[in-house]
C-alpha cells in the first residue's frame, strides 16, 4: 500500500539556506500524525512544503488532494460568514466557482457539518461559535473539499481540555474513514493520543509511534533543553514552558 | 418635492449618482474587506494631476483619471518595494508627491480656475456620455462581483488556507484592485477627487453590522449608495449647497447611523426548537 | 476644446537673493525652516510607528475649522487646533478598541466627511471659494508673525518630547506588549504621541495647507528612513530634508508663483525617488 504522505531527505526553506533538513518519513491513510517540535523548528515550514507554497529539494509525494486547516484566530472573524458559509468553501476546490452554489454542493456542506457534530449551528455565525466549534467547522470545510490529506496547524491551542479531547477522538473517526491527518502541536502530553509522533527541530529528530518516540533522550534534542522532565515509572511525562501567543 | 426630475440637469445628476452609488458601495464592501481604504484614499486623491492634465488639453476627465491612477499606483509599488518603508508610509509619499503635483499644475497662472470643481466634483455637470460610462461601469462591474463572489469571499476568510482549495490569490486581489480603480476613476468625475473615497468606504460601514452573509453586504451596499446618492442630489437642490459634497455627505451619515444602530442579532434557527 | 496648454510659468527665474530680500520670504523661510525641524522630528516618529495615514488625516481633518476661522476672522490656529485634538481623540480611542481593518474605513469617511463640511461651508454658507485653494494648498503670503511663534513652539514641542518621550515610543513600537510589561504606561505614551502630532500638525497649515502636511511630516522622514542606520541618524537625516526641500520648495514657488505646499511636496517626492533609485542596489547585496 502507497502511502498517503512521503517525504525523503525533503529540505525546505524561504530563499536562503534550508531551515528544515533531512525529513524523511511516510503515512499511511487511516494514520492520524502529530508533529512537535519548539516554535521556529519547522512544523509551519514542513506544512507550506507539502502545500507547495515554498522551494523545496527532495521528495515530498502526496497521494491525494490536500486541505489545510489553520488556526481559528488567523482567520477573519469580523465577517458576516455562517458555520455553513465556511464549509461551503471547500465545494470551490471541485471548480465551477464562479457558479452559485449548487444543491449537491449545499447538501455536501449539510453532511459535512453533520460528520463534525455541528448541524444545529449551521445558520450561526462562524465568529460567535468556540475555539473549538470552529474547529470543527474548518475539519467540515476540508471534508467538502474532499482533500484526503488534512495539515491542522495547532488546531488545539486556545481550546478547553474537554472539547480538546472531544476533537482528538474526531482526528481518529477522520483518520479511520481512509485519511492521514498531521496535526502540528504543542502538548507533548496528548502525543501519544496519535498513531505517530514527528519530532522536528530544523531537523528530524525522530519518527514512530508514540512508545517509541517519547522518551527523555528524543524529546531533550526536539526542545535542547526548553523542557523540564518529570519521570514516573517507565513513563517520561514532560511539560514544557509554553510560548504561546 | 419633484424638483430634481423636472431638469434635465436633475435627471442626469440622479441617474450618474445612482448607478455610482450602487456600484461603489458593492465593490466597496470588498474593498474594505480586503483592508484596502488606504489604497482607495490614495488612489482618488494621486490622480489629481491626470484630471488636471485632462482638463487643460480637453481630454475626457476619465482618460485623465486612468492615467493618474496608473501613475500613482507605479509610484507607491515603487517605493513599498523597500520593506523599511513599508505601504503606509509609501502610499503617503506617493499620493503627497502626486497631490502637490495636480495643485501644481491647477494653480499655475494661466490654468483656468477649476480645481475646486476637480476636488470636489459636481454631479450636475455630467454628460449622457458620463451616464453612459457609469452604467456601463455598474454592468460589468456587477457581473464580475456575482461571478468572483465565492472566490472573494474564500479568500478574505481565510488567506492562508484558501490557496489549497484551488483560488490563487494573486489572481483575486488583482482582480479587486482592477475594479477598485475602475470605480474610483468614473467616480472622481462626478465626486471629484476628494470625495470620490466616501461612494466606496461609507456603504460597508453602513451594512456591516447589520448582514449575516456576504451577498448581503454587496446588495445593500449597493442600496445604501444608491440612496444616500438620491438623498444627496435632493438635499442639494432644496438646500442649495454643492451637490458633490451633498452626496458625499448623505453618504457619511449613512456611515455613522448604520454604524451606531445596534445591531441585529440572529439567534441559530434550531437553537430555539431545541 | 476650452483652453489650451500654457504652462508658461513666468520663466524669469528669481535671484536667490530674494529669499532674504523680500519680507514675506523672509517669513516663508524662518517659517519652513521652523516646521522642518518639528516636522521632521515628529516625522520620524510617523515612519517607524507606521502612523502614516493618521498623520495624514490629521491635517486634512482640520479644512472645515480653517473654512470657519476664515470667515469669522478669527485665528485659524484655533479652530484647527481643536478640530484636531477632537480627532486624535477619536483615533486613540477607536485604535484602543481594536476596529480592525474597519478602523481604515472609519480614517476614510470621517476625512471624506470633513472634507465635504469644510467645501460646504465655504461655498454655500460662507462663499469664500476663493481662499478655499490657500486652505488647502498654503501661501507664502498667509504666513504672520503669530504664525511664527506657533511654528516655534511646535518645534520645541516636537525637540522636548523626542528627547524625553522618544524612548518610550520606541520601545512601544517595537514591542507594545513587553513595553507595557515593564510598567511602562504605554496606552499613554502612544496617546501623547497622537496628541502632539495633531497639535505640530497644524502649526504647518498656512504654509503647507491642510491637504499636503505630510509633504513636512511623512516625505523627509520617509526619505532619511532609506539611509539611516540608528534613531539618531534618522532623526537628524529627516530634519535636514525636510530643511532643505522646505527652503528650496519656498524658492520654487516664489518663482513659478504657486503656493508652496504642492512645490515642497512634489520636491520630496522627487528626492524620495531619486534617494530609493540610489539605495536599491546597494540593499539587494546586503541582503
Avoid at chain 1, 71 to 77: A, F, G, K, S, Y
Avoid at chain 1, 170 to 177: D, I, K, M, P, V
Avoid at chain 2, 30 to 57: D, F, Q, R
Avoid at chain 3, 21 to 28: E, K, S, V
Wanted: glycine fraction near 12%.
Amino acid at each position: 500500500m502507497t502511502p498517503l504522505v512521503e517525504c525523503r531527505d525533503l529540505a525546505a526553506g524561504y530563499g536562503g539556506a534550508p531551515v528544515l533538513r533531512d525529513v524523511t518519513f511516510a503515512a499511511e491513510a487511516g494514520e492520524a500524525v502529530v508533529v512537535l517540535g519548539p516554535n521556529g523548528g519547522g512544523k509551519t515550514t514542513l506544512f507550506r512544503a507539502l502545500l507547495g507554497e515554498i522551494e523545496t529539494s527532495g521528495l515530498a509525494r502526496l497521494g491525494d488532494r490536500v486541505a489545510y486547516v489553520p488556526q481559528t484566530d488567523r482567520t477573519e472573524l469580523d465577517f458576516p460568514v455562517s458555520a455553513h458559509d465556511v464549509a461551503l468553501m471547500g465545494a470551490l476546490a471541485h471548480g465551477r466557482w464562479w457558479l452559485p452554489a449548487g444543491r449537491s454542493e449545499r447538501r455536501a456542506a449539510h453532511d459535512a457539518l453533520e460528520r463534525v457534530g455541528l448541524a444545529a449551528q449551521a445558520h450561526t455565525a462562524f465568529g460567535r461559535l468556540s475555539g473549538g466549534q470552529r474547529q470543527r467547522v474548518l475539519l467540515a470545510r476540508a471534508l467538502v473539499q474532499e482533500a484526503r490529506i488534512l495539515l491542522l496547524d495547532e488546531p488545539l491551542a486556545g481550546v478547553d481540555p474537554a472539547s480538546a479531547d472531544a476533537l482528538v477522538g474526531l482526528f481518529h473517526e477522520l483518520a479511520a474513514g481512509g485519511r492521514t491527518l498531521l496535526v502540528s502541536s504543542h502538548d507533548i502530553v496528548g502525543a501519544r493520543r496519535y498513531h505517530r509522533v514527528l519530532c522536528l527541530n530544523g531537523t528530524q529528530v525522530a519518527y514512530g509511534p508514540p512508545e517509541d518516540v517519547l522518551v527523555r533522550d528524543v524529546l531533550e534534542r526536539t526542545y535542547a533543553g526548553e523542557i523540564v522532565m518529570l519521570e514516573s515509572g517507565d513513563e517520561a511525562v514532560a511539560t514544557q514552558h509554553h510560548h504561546h501567543h | 418635492m419633484l424638483e430634481p426630475l423636472q431638469s434635465g440637469i436633475g435627471r442626469h445628476a440622479l441617474a450618474d449618482v445612482i448607478l455610482l452609488g450602487a456600484i461603489a458601495g458593492a465593490v466597496g464592501f470588498w474593498v474594505v474587506s480586503y483592508g484596502l481604504s488606504y489604497g482607495a484614499e490614495s488612489l482618488s486623491h494621486g490622480l489629481l494631476p491626470g484630471l488636471v492634465g485632462a482638463a487643460l488639453i480637453g481630454a475626457p476627465l476619465v482618460s485623465g483619471a486612468l492615467a493618474g491612477a496608473v501613475a500613482t499606483a507605479l509610484l507607491i509599488a515603487i517605493a513599498a518595494r523597500d520593506e523599511r518603508i513599508g505601504f503606509e508610509v509609501a502610499t503617503a509619499v506617493a499620493v503627497t508627491a502626486m497631490l502637490g503635483l495636480g495643485a501644481l499644475l491647477a494653480l499655475a497662472p494661466s490654468t483656468p480656475q477649476r480645481l475646486a470643481e476637480l476636488l470636489f466634483g459636481d454631479p450636475l455637470s455630467v454628460t449622457n456620455g458620463d451616464i453612459a460610462l457609469a452604467a456601463g461601469l455598474a454592468l460589468v462591474g456587477g457581473a464580475i462581483l456575482v461571478v468572483l463572489q465565492r472566490p472573494f469571499a474564500a479568500l478574505v476568510f481565510d488567506p492562508v488556507g484558501t490557496p489549497a482549495l484551488g483560488v490563487a490569490p494573486g489572481a483575486v486581489r488583482t482582480a479587486l484592485a482592477l475594479l477598485l480603480a475602475a470605480v474610483v476613476c468614473v467616480a472622481v468625475q462626478s465626486l471629484g477627487s476628494l470625495l470620490a473615497l466616501a461612494a466606496i468606504v461609507a456603504p460597508p460601514l453602513a451594512v456591516r453590522r447589520h448582514v449575516h452573509s456576504t451577498a448581503q453586504a454587496v446588495g445593500a451596499g449597493a442600496a445604501v449608495g444608491a440612496l444616500a446618492g438620491i438623498v444627496g442630489i435632493y438635499a442639494s437642490f432644496k438646500l442649495d449647497m454643492a451637490a458633490g459634497a451633498a452626496v458625499a455627505l448623505a453618504l457619511c451619515a449613512a456611515a455613522a447611523v448604520g454604524s451606531a444602530s445596534p445591531a441585529r442579532r440572529r439567534e441559530p434557527r434550531r437553537a430555539r426548537a431545541g | 476644446m476650452q483652453t489650451i496648454i500654457n504652462l508658461n510659468y513666468d520663466a524669469q527665474v528669481p535671484s536667490p537673493a530674494e529669499l532674504v530680500d523680500l519680507p514675506f520670504m523672509r517669513t516663508a523661510v524662518a517659517e519652513l525652516a521652523l516646521l522642518a525641524v518639528a516636522g521632521g522630528l515628529l516625522g520620524a516618529w510617523v515612519v517607524l510607528r507606521r502612523l502614516a495615514f493618521f498623520a495624514h488625516a490629521v491635517g486634512s481633518s482640520t479644512f472645515p475649522g480653517l473654512v470657519v476661522a476664515d470667515a469669522a476672522g478669527f485665528r485659524p490656529l484655533y479652530a484647527a487646533l481643536a478640530v484636531a485634538l477632537t480627532y486624535a481623540a477619536v483615533v486613540w480611542q477607536a485604535g484602543s478598541r481594536a476596529a480592525g481593518r474597519f478602523a481604515d474605513a472609519v480614517t476614510g469617511v470621517v476625512l471624506a466627511a470633513a472634507l465635504a463640511i469644510g467645501v460646504v461651508l465655504a461655498s454655500d454658507v460662507f462663499h469664500s471659494g476663493a481662499r478655499v485653494d490657500t486652505l488647502l494648498f498654503g501661501s507664502l503670503l498667509a504666513i504672520g508673525p503669530g504664525d511664527l511663534w506657533a511654528a516655534g513652539v511646535g518645534a520645541g514641542v516636537a525637540l522636548i518630547a523626542t528627547l524625553t518621550v522618544g524612548p518610550a515610543w520606541l520601545a512601544s513600537g517595537f514591542d507594545r506588549d513587553g513595553t507595557r510589561a515593564l510598567g511602562a504606561p504605554v496606552a499613554a505614551a502612544d496617546g501623547l504621541l497622537l496628541a502632539i502630532i495633531a497639535a505640530v500638525v497644524v502649526t504647518s497649515l498656512p504654509a503647507v495647507g491642510a491637504l499636503l502636511t505630510a509633504a513636512l511630516f511623512i516625505v523627509p522622514a520617509a526619505t532619511a528612513r532609506l539611509i539611516a542606520t540608528s534613531v539618531p541618524a534618522l532623526l537628524i537625516g529627516s530634519v535636514a530634508f525636510a530643511l532643505a526641500e522646505g527652503i528650496v520648495g519656498a524658492y520654487i514657488a516664489l518663482w513659478l508663483d504657486a503656493p508652496p505646499g504642492p512645490s515642497v511636496a512634489v520636491l520630496g517626492g522627487l528626492v524620495f525617488t531619486a534617494v530609493a533609485l540610489a539605495t536599491a542596489p546597494a540593499k539587494r547585496v546586503t541582503a
